[in-house]
Nanobody, 128 residues
Framework: QVQLVESGGGWVQAGGSLRLSCIISGDTLKNYAMGWFRQAPGKEREFVAAISWSGRSIDYDDSVKGRFAISRDNAKNTVYLQMNNLKPEDTAVYYC?????????????????????WGQGTQVTVSS
């Protein structure tokens, strides 16, 4: 059974940084395109960043471009989200997600309904 576990969330002042991690168990990370999503109170879940299984393709929502960086270490079965220059509007529960892919399809996945597995989420709170 595939499981995703996020960590690294917390409280930070505006302008600060956090690094989220998501480790997969039950399978090897290279079988999945990965994504990060977030959901703020009273809002819909939204796309943040995505990375293809090889790491060669990456995509970001415009709201985080230039501030966030997604990366992966397939040997460690871990995907990361480095978040810099955090803003109060980044406050949300952050979720990682895994989409089972064929290695011939090295693309990012931006739509949440395409993902097969989700983590439990980690809270990020940014104070002004």
């Amino acid at each position: 059974q595939v499981q995703l576990v996020e960590s690294g969330g917390g409280w930070v002042q505006a302008g600060g940084s956090l690094r989220l991690s998501c480790i997969i168990s039950g399978d090897t990370l290279k079988n999945y395109a990965m994504g990060w999503f977030r959901q703020a109170p009273g809002k819909e879940r939204e796309f943040v960043a995505a990375i293809s299984w090889s790491g060669r393709s990456i995509d970001y929502d415009d709201s985080v471009k230039g501030r966030f960086a997604i990366s992966r270490d397939n040997a460690k079965n871990t995907v990361y989200l480095q978040m810099n220059n955090l803003k109060p509007e980044d406050t949300a529960v952050y979720y990682c997600a895994a989409d089972s892919v064929d290695w011939s399809s090295d693309y990012t996945v931006n739509m949440d309904f395409e993902y097969d597995y989700w983590g439990q989420g980690t809270q990020v709170t940014v104070s002004s």
